[in-house]
């Protein structure tokens, strides 16, 4: 079992799930964009 | 395939899997074989969720998938991030706190031992049958072109996997697929570079996209709200969500890959790296097939890419399609060809090089649907459809000796890192949940080893068996999303009841429970056309609606009866 140093910070998790649910939107987006360019 | 792509093909494949056995040899404790030792660090978790996943239906059929019908297959992937937030935030925590082995034991610990045996069930049922076309798959397509036996090259495959996945367990699985996940990224990456380099010198990049949106290839974001078109941004953000809410959270096969993290941060981090990866891996492999399509729009590909198959086509029916089929290919090269160096120029493509461009594609698709009816007229047992074989054929066509050998490992590789963790899976849940809760609840860590052991031997040897007498869907890779949206809606609507609404208890959440798959399952069978991945969300809707009522009826039975007592 792995100790964890003491002096990491905590990881933020809602911000972590956040920036994954803005990724997701500049996925969609990105792909849209390509959709809507080559047609 | 040369001496040199044998030599790359095995050193690959038996390489890794010895290298996985090595380094696990002193790990065989209870711990290590079934639950990976407890100290696997994020980035094997991650890379080895990401190849439970991707199995060989990934990379053979995905591409075919956009060959034949464009983008739009992404979408089923766009609930995926959405699924694993939940999973990291909600199912980790509770798995680790209750230290348990399968995601099972929690119903039971929750509810009773009915209910996790039926989430047990259903599990085995629906990863059982998937382990026979993890396995079968490949082998088809594999066997088909490169004229191998197909009996033997399922046995093989499926052969070598027990070896190791028995002598092994989770830890070696685990490694071996960081690995094997490694090797199969690097080969993909090798050979989109090499659809890219074969496209004519006339055709950009940029080329390559206008004419493969020309030809309805790039429509990758649909809008439309009718439930009856399988893929749009709704069935994949709503259905898809539900989809792999039920995989990675209550699928032993995924559960049991970051169970063996060695704390909860590490098993979230490996599932945040797939939240990240996941699409744009997907969207490479699916523009790959795109660009496939272009590559075959200047060169001519076969009739059907199933080779094996043309033959079987009497010559006096054959040769006429095939001669029409050469004359509009080699009619749209060339108006391709202008229309390509109009753009460069500058030019707009005008309406009437497109309609001509439509017409010589309805000819050839015309042709090409003749020789399939042909086909299946000569033998009723063929299959009409090629997608499956576009990838195979252009790496056995185009790419240089000992690479073809890459290749043809990353898709052993592929089918082997699923089905490893589908046996590994499958042995675990039938060890703890049922012969350990029902058979023999005091026995040692050794004899749970061995049993486990004996049980990933048994299920290999079914998996096998069940591959062995297996036919080709449609499209392997939607055969196997059916069968998982088919059980998975019943069972996360279990785990959803346990962790939020306290109100269900056993007798309620089971009842729920059986009558949705009942539901679900008259559904799918009746003539009634819905997307399958809304079948998610309903078997899931379902089994909490209805054990919600069937509380409340408990419930008001057991006052009715405490008052009659007083």
Redesign the interface.
Known sequence: MTHKNPTEPPIRWNRVYAGILVWLTVMIALMRWLMQSYS | MTAADWLVMLATVIGIVAYGLWTTRRHHSGSDFIRGG??LKWGTIGLSVMATQASAVTFLSTPGQSYEQG?AF?QNY?GL??A??LV??VFIPIFFRLKVVTAYEYLGQRFDQKTRLLGAILFLLQRGLSAGITIYAPAIIVASILHWPLAPTIILTGFFVILYTVTGGTRTVSLTQKYQMLTILAGMTIAFAYVVKGLPDFVTFDDA??L???NQR????NFSVDPGERYT?WTGLIGGTFLALSYFGTDQSQVQRYLAA??T?SS??GL?FN??LK??MQ?GILLLGVLLFVFYLFHQPPITFNRGSIEQVPQEIRAPLEARYTEAFEQRQAVLRTAVEQRSAGEEIPPETKAQIQQLNDEIAEQKSAFKSALVAANPKASKQDADYVFLSFVLENLPSGLVGLLIAVIFLAAMSSTASELNALASTTMVDIYKTLIHRTGSEKHYVWITRIFTLGWGILAVGFAMTLKLFENLIEAINIIGSLFYGTVLGLFLIAFFIKKIQGHAAFFGGVCAEIMVLGLYFSPIDIGYLWFNLLGCALTMVIAYLAQILLDSRRSASSLSQT
Request: charged content about 10%; proline content about 6%; glycine content about 4%.
């Open positions: 407890n100290d983008m992404v766009l991030p959405i694993l937030i990291s935030a996209l206008y493969a949106g020309m790039l429509d990758t974001v941004i060695n704390n941060t979230r981090i945040m939240a990240v699409i744009p969207f």
